[in-house]
């Protein structure tokens, strides 16, 4: 399974710019986690980059998301850890994060909305702009970005030791790199 394959499957599978740019942003804050934590950076990108293919097809049945996606995934030969982390990353199923892989995409992919909706209220609106303390601010004022599930995001710290300050600096990081990409 190449990079390239993964995202010919995003274009078959999903519509919209918003949900594509989000899936971008998640493949880069996976690809710099892995690197961080020393695995696999090719295959934490694949997860990134495909974790929400099934999100609009589930869109009336979000009990679903995930387990239709991991169905996709393995019919078009993705590797098993893939196939698992994308599962079981919907908080809505129950289902239990257990190797590094499956725990980081379940916490830290959430933050990237947030990330996003910082570089928009800029007056440039450019990501370039945004800097670590802004992010942290706009974490704490729960009206910004209300859809942005903060608790979630918090459960790295038990869960693969990264504070909220550690992964705000690793994901902006990561998305300025590719800004240009998610047009911001
Ligand atoms: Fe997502």
């Given at each position: 399974m190449t990079r390239e394959q993964a995202w010919q499957l995003v274009q078959e599978k999903v519509k919209g710019a918003f949900l594509k740019n989000h899936l971008l942003a998640s493949e880069a804050i996976m690809r710099a986690l892995a690197r961080h934590f020393g695995e696999d950076e090719e295959l934490w990108g694949l997860a990134g980059l495909v974790h929400d293919i099934d999100w609009e097809t589930t869109e009336t049945e979000p009990k679903q998301h995930g387990l239709i996606a991991a169905n996709w995934l393995s019919s078009a030969g993705f590797p098993a850890e893939v196939v698992e982390a994308v599962k079981v990353h919907?908080?809505?199923?129950?289902l239990v994060p257990r190797t590094l892989l499956e725990k980081t995409l379940w916490c830290a992919e959430e933050l990237t909305g947030l990330i996003a909706a910082s570089a928009l209220v800029q007056p440039d609106k450019?990501?370039?702009?945004?800097?670590p303390s802004s992010v942290k601010k706009k974490f704490k004022?729960?009206?910004?970005?209300?859809?942005?599930n903060r608790e979630i995001i918090l459960k790295c710290q038990e869960m693969i030791g990264l504070s909220l300050d550690e992964l705000i600096d690793i994901e902006l990081k990561a998305m300025q790199e590719i800004a240009s990409n998610l047009g911001l």
């Open positions: 919907n908080h809505m199923t129950g450019k990501l370039a702009s945004v800097k004022d729960k009206a910004f970005a209300a859809g942005v």
